[in-house]
């Protein structure tokens, strides 16, 4: 994704997303998860989880580095969980 024009795109592939019912567990999972502690158990299994569906579902329309700290960087700072969910995917993705 490299500027506001992308937004529809990333929106319709969110909304195509959605539909897949796998994603809708990760997404609710995630959701729930903002709650979590850092240390929670459950995270290195929701990281593997969403690492995997990534896997089956690549998408062309990935946000750039940039882009992606910029969207992430505030659920980040207000949840330790969602943070250490981060860093996890990100090591995991890069296996």
């Known amino acids: 994704m490299a500027g506001p024009e992308s937004v529809p795109r990333w929106v319709a592939a969110k909304n ?3 539909d897949d019912s796998e994603f809708v567990r990760l997404y609710l999972t995630c ?12 995270l290195p299994g929701l ?12 998408r ?8 992606a700290a910029l969207m992430s960087s505030n659920a980040v700072a207000s949840s330790p969980a ?7 995917v990100t090591t995991r993705s890069t296996r």
Do not use: F, K, Y
Not at 31 to 42: E, F
Not at 60 to 67: A, W
Not at 82 to 88: F, M, Q, V
């Open 47 to 58: 990281a593997d989880a969403i690492v995997s569906w990534n896997a089956r579902h690549p």
């Open 82 to 88: 969602w943070a250490r969910l981060l860093t996890l």
């Open 31 to 42: 959701d729930q998860a903002l709650d979590w502690a850092p240390d929670d158990p459950r």
């Open 16 to 18: 195509a997303a959605l």
């Open 60 to 67: 062309d329309d990935q946000p750039s580095e940039g882009t």
